[in-house]
């Protein structure tokens, strides 16, 4: 973990395999306790992660286990931002009936849901998927008053 004028960041390149999925889990849940984010933050965050690196896990690893994944990670007193990056081409969304998504097209469903800003960007090696998530966002919107 390095630590720049109160900015934490972390690189992780593992083997894409599912064993490293609670790993980045703890790093995540780590660096995000570290900047102050709630317990109901880092539920998010953890279930945001675990979606966006199974996915590059699993459609995003032409090698297989020979493939890798990176993830980086970087926050401060206000934003968490989590970039996982795999070697793979994006595999476009599901489509979605009745409003909601088939049983193989709720990951991407799930991070918008639960994060403030969900990036994908395709690349020609690979495809990155950057999270973001702002401290207290929820207790912000309450708290901030009317202007009417």
């Known amino acids: 973990m390095v630590k720049k004028e109160s900015v934490l960041e972390k690189e992780l390149r593992l083997d894409s395999h599912t064993k490293n999925l609670s790993l980045i889990r703890e790093e995540v849940e ?79 469903f799930l991070m918008t849901a639960l994060m403030d800003e969900v990036n994908i960007t395709e690349g020609l090696t690979g495809t990155k998927v950057r999270l973001v998530k702002v401290k207290n966002k929820a207790m912000l919107d309450v708290a901030e008053p009317s202007t009417a």
């Open 30 to 108: 780590a660096m995000a306790a570290a900047c102050g984010f709630d317990e109901n933050e880092l539920y998010q965050l953890k279930v945001a992660v675990s979606e966006a690196a199974a996915n590059a896990i699993e459609h995003g690893s032409p090698q297989g286990e020979q493939s890798h994944i990176k993830v980086s990670i970087t926050c401060d007193s206000e934003r968490i931002s989590i970039e996982v990056i795999d070697e793979g081409v994006f595999k476009a969304r599901l489509p979605v009936t009745d409003g909601r998504p088939s049983h193989r097209g709720r990951g991407i």
